[in-house]
C-alpha cells in the first residue's frame, strides 16, 4: 500500500482544515488507517483511526470532538476533518496503514505516506 497525505496549509485559529490520504494497491481494503502528526521537536504521535470499513474510529484525546477521521474505499481515499484548530495543532500530518487494526504505535503501523504541513497561527 502507497499512502500520500495532502490538504495541509495555514489556518487561523478556531478555523478548519481537511487532510487527505490517497492511497493505491488492491489490499487498501485490508488496513486499517491512522493519522500521527509530529510537531518540530517532538515525538510523532497518534491522532485518529479508522477500522477498514470505516465503522469504527478512535482518537487521541487531543483530538476528540474537533476531528472526524472518515474513509472512502470506493476512491481509495481516508479524510481527516479538523475544526476549532489550535496553535499546538502545528505539526506535519502523516497517514499511516495497519493491517490488524487495533494498534496505535508507530512502531506498529506496516506503511507510511509522505506528510502535509498544517500550520495554526493565532
Known amino acids: 500500500v502507497q499512502l500520500q497525505a495532502s490538504g495541509g496549509g495555514k489556518v487561523q485559529v478556531g478555523g478548519s482544515l481537511r487532510l487527505s490520504c490517497a492511497a493505491s494497491?488492491?489490499?487498501?481494503?485490508?488496513?486499517?488507517i491512522n493519522w500521527f502528526r509530529q510537531a518540530p521537536g517532538k515525538e510523532r504521535e497518534f491522532v485518529a483511526n479508522?477500522?477498514?470499513?470505516?465503522?469504527?474510529?478512535h482518537y487521541s484525546d487531543s483530538a476528540k470532538g474537533r476531528f472526524t477521521i472518515s474513509r472512502d474505499n470506493r476512491k481509495n481515499m481516508v479524510y481527516l476533518q479538523m475544526n476549532s484548530l489550535k496553535p499546538e495543532d502545528t505539526a506535519v500530518y502523516y497517514c499511516?496503514?495497519?493491517?490488524?487494526?487495533?494498534?496505535?504505535?508507530?512502531?506498529?503501523?506496516?506503511?507510511w505516506g509522505i506528510g502535509t504541513q498544517v500550520t495554526v497561527s493565532s
Open positions: 499511516a496503514a495497519e493491517l490488524l487494526g487495533d494498534r496505535y504505535n508507530v512502531g506498529d503501523m506496516d506503511y
Open positions: 494497491g488492491r489490499a487498501f481494503t485490508s488496513y486499517a
Open positions: 479508522v477500522d477498514w470499513n470505516g465503522g469504527d474510529q
